[in-house]
């Protein structure tokens, strides 16, 4: 890897106090920087319980840990943080601390990505609560070194070196008028080729490469007897993808060459939804079916390709009408959420670019090309006089420090060439045919410089702030009036929040769970981040469409469960059947599977509505059980305390006979 700009980040050597217990590095970290971090020496948190290494107290025990500002970390153990106070304003706060994640765990050797700009801090994990720094002891020296750029992971299946680097140059995709057209289903398949290997690598602990036939996520399956990262499975894989995004106008049939941008949302969309990772029926594109949807498909309905309201997002069936199919489509999946949703950026700056994808990783940009002629004036080159032409290319990794953008471009291989700095992590011969790159562990990852327009001149773009890749059309040997801005960036991204499961302690009761009227129970719901950062958001527990409760969720760690508790007082609803649900409030709505319950006079077990002799025979049959045990019958917990017992007894005969309609 080499860059158009170098700076040198050395290895620092920082004396690391245990009093106070952070200590600011004085360093300066940015998004995607790889920090490597290695300790040595001895410190203590009082010389009556020993001296310990950058470790701390080992094993881990959960009794030390509250006092802690990482509750995983051992106590006692060097750890790191990135921004202006690792306190975060509640040093002291048994309320705040331990926290779960924000901090890093160093111990005597560990490197980790930063997720944000600011200050490295490496400090001692203990005093968060107590604050009681006077007896501690010691100190450990760190050397600390950087790696400015960040490269998307390689996987064994099989992205191997990272981002693929697919070249568009070969089968039949191209336009017989213009040429080499099918950049954007290319660029897109590098995406989707890696994140599923991404996530086949998450889905089985010992993934195993082409030849041999695993697949273990559906986000790219085999189109023949064969792997579906198999170097023949790229072919139909992209004939796919660009039907689904009217390349060409190969789906519609209008008359266009190349991919608009936003039928390339559309067209990832609708291959998550083909693939069954998202419902079908989203027509936002934003992995949900919902009424933004019913809304898109209403405007739409009727239409055929050309008409004014046409919209093929809203062609759900993928048969060129927008019809009662389509309508039957959405209705049957509405409310459903997938695993992943699109998003396109008009116009998107560097900074937000590498936080895409650092947060989500996978980012294609669509570059536009234009030649400053003079006078403010400016002429574009197009592929389609008529659309929005251009080219796309996908991000495999950027220098934050340097403002460089890595890239897997379907038209050329300029690290290869010698044109552009970059990587190559299996060195294979220059030049080479098209296929090559089929197989992914052969790769040209091309570094370009991404800046700010900044001339006086205006850009082509008035009123727009833009970037270009400085130096990108030089490299094919254009002139140097000729730029390349970056015009948008479609987005794949994983759903963050999601709510698994909503649970009591009647879970499983038949014929349903009975909820006494005026007691109050536990609802308990289970959150998972399946995204790649740490999300937080406010979960809400609804009673139909009552909102019951609400509790807010900081910082749930990246591929991890949580579980919150909520109450439920029924003294003031009536008899009835009820549905339990939660919801984040991120943007999008993810609700859990219903939960259906009946509310019923405190001791109507059976829920037939009356409380009667059959009632008081299912809470004989159950009395002195608790959970687990064979007679144990969570209807007859009536007070919902985890017990049978005479408390429940005398609920139920304080309604003894009672009845309601």
Known sequence: MFSFVQIARTASSVVVTS?????????????????????????????SSGWFGPEGKLPWDSSDAGDNFLYEANHGELIAFVGPDPYQGHFGDSGFFPQHTGYWIIGSSAAFVSDKVGELWLGMNDDAVTRGV???AGEVTASVSFEAWFVKLSYPDYAQSGMPDFDQKQSNWTNPTVGWTWCGPVAAANSLWWLDS????????IPVPPPVNSDSFPLV????????????????LVNSLAFLMDTDGIRTHLNHSGTFFDDMETGISQYLQKQGVNPKGDCDADGDVDGDDARILIAAFGSLPGNLRWNMAADLNVDNKINIADQILLADNYGKVGM???HTKEF????????????SQDVELLLEFWQDIGGGNWNRYMYDPGGQGGHY??????????????????????????????????????PHLPSVHNNTIFVSHDGYLASPWMIPQPSPYPGKAVWELV????????????????????VTSPHGIAIGLVSTLKDLCTPMPTFGQGITYNVTVRVLNEGTTAQSCDVTVYVNSTAMQTKTLANLPPNSTTVLDFSWNTGNWTFGDYILSAKANVSYNIFSEFYVSRLVLAGDLNGDGIVDIYDAIILGNAYNSTPGRPTWNSNADINGDGIVDIYDAILLANNFNKSYP
């Open 198 to 205: 991404e996530y086949e690598s998450i889905r089985n602990p």
């Open 393 to 430: 290319l996908t991000v495999a990794g950027f220098n934050s420090t340097t403002s460089e953008i890595l890239l897997s471009d379907p038209w050329q291989d300029a690290f290869e060439a010698g044109t552009a700095p970059g990587e190559s992590p299996v060195p294979h011969p220059y």
């Open 340 to 342: 992943f949703y699109e």
């Open 19 to 47: 009093n106070p217990v952070w200590t600011d590095t004085g360093l300066n970290v940015g998004i995607g920087e790889n920090i490597g971090v290695t300790a040595s020496g001895n410190w203590t948190w009082s010389t």
């Open 134 to 136: 006077g007896d501690n």
């Open 221 to 236: 399956t085999a189109y023949g007897p064969w792997d579906d990262h198999d170097p023949r499975n790229l072919e139909p």
């Open 471 to 490: 130096g990108y059309l030089q490299t094919m040997g254009f002139d140097p009036s000729w730029h390349a801005f970056i015009r948008t960036a479609i």
């Open 348 to 359: 998107p700056d560097f900074p937000w670019i590498i936080q895409e994808v650092v947060a």
